[in-house]
Every structure is written in structure tokens, then in C-alpha cells.
């Protein structure tokens, strides 16, 4: 292996003039045959080797000045080692123009290169920089301004790589340390947006070292902030960011930079730093086709006052208002969670699907990558699951390759948020501990809420409150590292759904208060449908219904199947305690569809089991214990009479993990979710009950 050129060479590596380099076995084989021709034909194959793109007549033009002649290029071509098909030029293999170059004597090379410079047609001037570089043997000013053109057309085609390597050749060659510190920096940015985030990391801790900071700032465009928030510690991010804003040049990169500051705050789960950005962004007057937007964006990162509670009465931004977003560059967007919040998220969905056509005509990857992870949730919200599968999917891989830790963990928490729904264990834990071990390291608040996040409701959805409310209550908890305004806001919900199955009230009514403040404040339409279900959960009497009819009503336009089959699930479930089978049946039925639809087993196997009971005939007679073991049934009743699990625990003489265990099992069999509603069945004490096994 170690007689092969570098693997991974770009392909625009043609303009940089000097072919890769090969072994020492392979140099000699192929040099061996090059000894054997006369001087002219050697000089006319090492010409054809450094020209590297296979032009015939700049290498003919080239070698006037060596005595090429036809004579010349016919024992080059009779050697076997040159092939010409017309004005092309292409060797035997591959490697042999490498071995040719590598073998022959700087000075010849340096001289081959300059003798091709000349010999380029007047407008090539990308070309010509390069062979001049490759004959340079210093410091020389005219060559590095020649680079420095060259990498500029390399961006106007989107050639970032090949841009990167120009003007980092620009910069060896630089006699003021200030140029060479510019175009390094520069050369980082073009790194970046080709997706090389540690290649631009270290372009920028070089152009720092000969310029100092605050020029590379200005040449960069703020980078190190955008790094930082991309792989490295989101306070850190802000700190770089809102101090670049009163650096770079021009208002536009400003409002780049602080609209990431307040990202970079929300992320951290820091609304005080968040409301700082903010209060930067807002000193700004961009005037021109910037100043519509200003309002949307303080509407949007006005959410919350510097404690973390809603703010006042600031609306949110309206679909027109998101839609102006659509005509800048992605630093403008804000977190499609906050977007979710809100209740635009369907307008943000049409931003981002633009912005990726855009990054991908441009082939700006880490960009591409991180509008790919916000599309794919919103794809997963609108009941698009394969689709948020698959851009999940890509921009995690793309985030891999340009090493973008925290997008990865975005994509990674997307594909957890669809194991969850689907049941799928495995899937879950290691996309979320993968997003954890990432998240909590590098204070990211936000990723870190969304796993907790996640994790809960896989447990909710699987049956088991307790273990989803010990994962989603440390989002409300100040200090915790999972602790997060946006994501207990959206989780509340959630959270006051597995509360009222354990019998914890005071909880769900927190969390209901919560979503009605924000219903009102706001009029996103989640909020609105969420309030009404939270609010038929909490009933127990005869505003249960209504509530449910006003969510499902409220839901006929969501974007979101999934909620509104999971309160199809809730109302069915209802209906059926209640005795009104056909009507239950109605409901179960059109959850259980689109639960199938989506592919998410658990809560399709918990609304089959319920239409499965809705089902049975004489129900009304049955004894509502029938089908529990002794020990069940004994818990059941005490449950039901207000005791808690200790209580029971003390009373059987068993664990309360033991009890516990128990009412998971009883509530399926009864057809409850708590014990408030366990309290309103009779539980007769001469039940029908299974023969006990061992252990039981």
C-alpha cells in the first residue's frame, strides 16, 4: 500500500500542477523505461505529467523551448508510456505521470512549470497561478494575488475544496504575514461551507496566529463562533458570536451572527443569554431587504423573558412573517423546535425545502446537513415518516463526514423520535445515548432535553407512566442538565398524560396550566388541541366529552396524524369505560388505522386490545375484576380505596416495587390508565380470578 498515491485525491486536483506522489519501487520501474529515451522525449513526458490535464497543445507550446519536435512525440508515444487521441494526452496508467514527476529533479520540475505557465492561453489565469506556484522557491507576492483570483473562481463554482487548497498555497507563499493570515482565513471559511470542519478549524488557528483575532473575524465572517456552535460548547458559541457581531463588516453578517448567538443561548437552555442576543440584534438597523425580517425575528426569540418563563404579550411570528425568511441565508432560521412551539412550523417547512435545494446546488454540506435535520422533524410531525427516515438519514451522514457533532445528534434524535413511536428498543437507545454522550458533555440543553424527551414517551407509549414521567419531568427541574423551557413546554402534554396514569394530579395540572398559557398567549394550534385533551383527561364527569370532541375538532386540519390518533386512543378509551361501545369502537377504530398507517406498534396494539374489550358482548354484566390474579384483584381494591403503593405495601406485607408491578398489570386488564378511574369500579370480592402460579 504504501507504493500507492494518496487515496482520496479531489478530482480538481488537475489545476494544482503537481501530480501525487508514488513509492519508491514504482517510481523506479516507471523511470527505468523514461532513462531509455533520448533528454527531449524525457522532457516532453515529464511536461505532459506536470501538465495533468492532458492538453496537447499547451504541452507542445511548452516544449518549443526544449527541442520538441514530431520526432520527439513519436518515441514518446512508440514507448508505450503516452497515449494522444487528438489534441488529448493520457498516459498508460495513472500512476505513471506521478512516477515520472516524483522521479525527476526539482529544478526540472520547477522549470517545467514555468514553462507551461507560458505556454497557457491568456484568460487561464487559475492554471497559470498554479504552475507558477508549483515554481516558486519563495516568498512572491504576484503568485499568492494570482492564487487568491484563482480560489475565488473556484467558489464562484462552488469548488470549495480546490478553493481551500489555493488559498492556503496563497498563503505559503505570502511575504506580509497580514495576507497570509487573511487568505488563511478565507481558505477556513471555504472549508466550512465544503463541509471540512476540522480542515477550517485549523485554518483558523493559523491565520489567528499571524493576524490575531479580530482580523480573521472580520475575513471569516465570524466562523469560530459558527464552529463552536456546530461541534463545540454552546455558551462558548455565544460568547464568539455576540462579541463578532460589533467585528465583522457589514450589517447582514451581523444579523447572521446574532440570530446564531440567540441559537446558540436557546440551545444552552439559556434565556437570559438568549435575551442578550436578542438585545444585540435589535440595536441593529439593516434597512433594505433585511429590515422586514427584524420584526419576525424579534418576535421569534422574544419567547421567553430572561428566567425562562413566556413573555409577555408579543405574538408570534404569523406564516406571512416566517415565509420573509425563506430570502435569507439559514443563519436567519430559528430552531425548528421553537418554530413547532409556535405553531408555524408548517411555512418553516417550505423555507427549509428551499434552503436545501439552495445548499445543495451550492454543495454548502455542513449547511445542507443541518437544514436536512430540522426538515426531517417536521416531516416526522406531519405524519411523513419515511420521509423524515430518509432526510434524517442523509444529514447524519453528511454531519458525520464534515464532522458536525451536534447536527449528528439532531439526525440522531429525529430516527429516536420514530424508534420510539415504532416500538423499536434498540433503535432508541442507541441513537439517544449516542445524542447524550455528545449533549451533556458540551452543555447543549436542547439535544439533551430532547433525548429525555424521547425517552419518555417510548415509555408512555409503551405502557409504563412511571418510567416515562422519571425522563420527562427533569425538563421543568432549574439546574438539571436536561432542563429546558421549549421541550417541557412541548413535552408537557406528555407529561401530564403519564401523571394522571400514576394518580399524580397537582402534576398534570401544572403541566395543563402550562399549555394553556401558552394556547393563549400564542394561538398555536397544538397548544389549543393539547389543552382541550388535557383537559378531557382531567374531567372525570361530564365535561370529559366535550373536551374530547374539542380537541378532535380542533385537530381536523393538524399536521400531525399521530397526536390526533393518539386522542382517538384517549377518547375511544373513555367511550368504552363509560359503556358506549359503538361509539368507542368508531374511535378505536380510526386510531388503530392510523397507527397502522404510520407503523407505530405499541399504541396500535394498545387500541386494538381496547376494541378487542369494547368488542365483547354482556360486558355490562361482567364483573370488572374477572381475569385478575387474588393478589391483583387484593391491590386493585386498595388502590381504589385511596391507598398509596407503600400503604399497599405495608398492608400485603410485599415491596412497593412489588405493587407497583401489579397496578401496570391491572390497569390493561381493567381497561384504566389510573387510579382515580380504578376508584370508580366497583371491585367485588368474589370475582373470578386465574389459579395462582408459583411465586404469585
Known amino acids: 500500500m504504501q507504493e500507492l498515491p494518496t487515496v482520496g485525491r479531489d478530482p480538481d486536483d488537475g489545476a494544482s500542477g503537481e501530480p501525487v506522489p508514488v513509492g519508491p519501487r514504482l517510481r523506479q520501474a516507471f523511470c527505468a523505461r523514461a532513462e531509455a529515451l533520448k533528454p527531449a522525449t524525457r522532457a516532453l513526458l515529464l511536461l505532459a505529467a506536470a501538465e495533468g490535464r492532458g492538453d496537447r497543445h499547451v504541452v507542445d507550446r511548452a516544449g518549443a523551448g526544449w527541442g520538441v519536435d514530431a520526432s520527439t512525440w513519436d518515441e514518446a508515444l512508440r514507448s508505450g508510456l503516452l497515449q494522444a487521441s487528438g489534441a488529448r494526452l493520457r498516459f498508460r496508467h495513472p500512476l505513471v505521470p506521478a512516477a515520472l514527476y516524483d522521479g525527476a529533479p526539482f529544478p526540472d520540475r520547477r522549470a517545467a512549470h514555468r514553462a507551461l505557465a507560458a505556454a497557457l492561453p491568456a484568460g487561464d489565469t487559475e492554471h497559470r497561478a498554479w504552475h507558477l506556484a508549483a515554481a516558486a522557491d519563495g516568498a512572491d507576492e504576484d503568485v499568492a494575488a494570482l492564487l487568491e483570483q484563482a480560489a475565488a473562481r473556484c467558489l464562484e463554482r462552488s469548488a470549495g475544496p480546490l478553493a481551500a487548497r489555493t488559498l492556503r498555497r496563497a498563503a505559503d507563499l505570502s511575504p506580509d504575514p497580514a495576507d497570509a493570515a487573511r487568505r488563511l482565513a478565507v481558505a477556513a471559511r471555504a472549508a466550512w461551507d465544503a463541509g471540512d470542519a476540522e480542515g477550517a478549524r485549523r485554518l483558523l488557528d493559523d491565520a489567528e496566529r499571524l493576524g490575531g483575532v479580530e482580523p480573521v473575524v472580520r475575513c471569516s465572517g465570524g ?166 427516515e430518509a432526510g434524517a438519514t442523509e444529514g447524519l451522514r453528511l454531519a458525520e463526514e464534515v464532522g458536525a457533532d451536534h447536527v449528528a445528534s439532531q439526525c440522531r434524535l429525529c430516527l429516536a423520535n420514530l424508534a420510539a413511536a415504532r416500538g423499536d428498543a434498540p433503535g432508541l437507545d442507541g441513537h439517544t445515548t449516542l445524542a447524550l454522550a455528545v449533549s451533556v458533555r458540551q452543555g447543549v440543553r436542547a439535544l439533551t432535553a430532547s433525548a429525555y424527551w424521547v425517552r419518555g414517551r417510548a415509555a408512555l407509549f409503551d405502557g409504563r407512566p412511571r418510567d416515562a414521567l422519571h425522563h420527562l419531568m427533569p425538563l421543568d427541574e432549574p439546574g438539571h442538565e436536561a432542563a429546558h423551557p421549549t421541550f417541557a413546554l412541548l413535552a408537557a402534554p406528555d407529561t401530564a398524560e403519564a401523571a394522571t396514569q400514576e394518580g ?72 368504552r369505560r363509560v359503556r358506549r361501545r359503538a361509539d368507542a369502537r368508531h374511535e378505536l377504530t380510526g386510531a388503530a388505522e392510523t397507527f397502522a398507517r404510520l407503523g407505530a406498534a405499541p399504541l396500535r396494539a394498545r387500541a386494538v386490545r381496547e376494541l378487542g374489550l369494547a368488542a365483547q358482548s354482556g360486558a355490562r354484566h361482567e364483573p370488572a375484576g374477572a381475569g385478575l390474579t387474588a393478589q391483583e384483584l387484593r391491590v386493585a381494591q386498595l388502590a381504589a380505596e385511596g391507598l398509596t403503593n407503600r400503604e399497599i405495601a405495608a398492608r400485603l406485607l410485599i415491596s412497593h416495587r412489588t405493587v407497583g408491578h401489579h397496578l401496570g398489570s391491572v390497569y390493561p386488564k381493567l381497561g384504566v390508565t389510573s387510579r382515580g378511574e380504578l376508584a370508580r369500579i366497583a371491585m367485588a370480592g368474589d370475582l373470578r380470578f386465574r389459579a395462582l402460579g408459583p411465586g404469585e
Request: hydrophobic residues 50%.
Open 504 to 575: 399524580r394530579t397537582e402534576t398534570a395540572a401544572a403541566r395543563l396550566a402550562a399549555v394553556e398559557t401558552w394556547a393563549r398567549r400564542t394561538g398555536a394550534h397544538w397548544a389549543r388541541t393539547a389543552a382541550h385533551r388535557l383537559r378531557a383527561l382531567a374531567a372525570g364527569g361530564p365535561d370529559t366529552e366535550a373536551a374530547y370532541r374539542a380537541a378532535l375538532d380542533g385537530a381536523g386540519t393538524a399536521p400531525d396524524p399521530f397526536e390526533q390518533a393518539r386522542t382517538r386512543l384517549l377518547y375511544g378509551e373513555w367511550l
Open 223 to 388: 466562523l469560530r463562533g459558527i464552529l463552536e456552535f456546530t461541534v463545540g460548547l454552546a455558551e462558548r458559541a455565544h460568547h464568539y458570536l455576540v462579541g463578532d457581531m460589533a467585528v465583522v463588516d457589514g450589517t447582514r453578517t451581523a444579523m447572521e451572527l446574532g440570530t446564531v448567538a440567540a441559537r446558540a443561548a436557546w440551545s444552552a437552555g439559556r434565556p437570559d443569554l438568549q435575551q442578550a442576543a436578542l438585545a444585540r440584534l435589535l440595536a441593529l438597523d439593516p434597512g433594505g431587504e433585511l429590515a422586514p425580517v427584524m420584526p419576525t425575528l424579534r418576535a421569534w426569540w422574544a419567547c421567553y423573558d430572561g428566567t425562562g418563563r413566556a413573555a409577555g404579550p408579543l405574538p408570534a411570528p404569523d406564516a406571512a412573517a416566517v415565509g420573509l425568511l425563506g430570502t435569507v441565508p439559514w443563519e436567519l432560521l430559528p430552531p425548528v423546535p421553537l418554530a413547532q412551539a409556535c405553531g408555524v412550523e408548517g411555512p418553516l417547512h417550505d423555507v427549509l425545502r428551499v434552503q436545501a435545494a439552495q445548499l445543495r446546488r451550492r454543495h454548502e454540506l455542513a449547511a445542507l446537513a443541518m437544514v436536512l435535520a430540522q426538515s426531517a422533524v417536521l416531516d416526522a410531525a406531519a405524519g411523513r415518516w419515511e420521509a423524515a
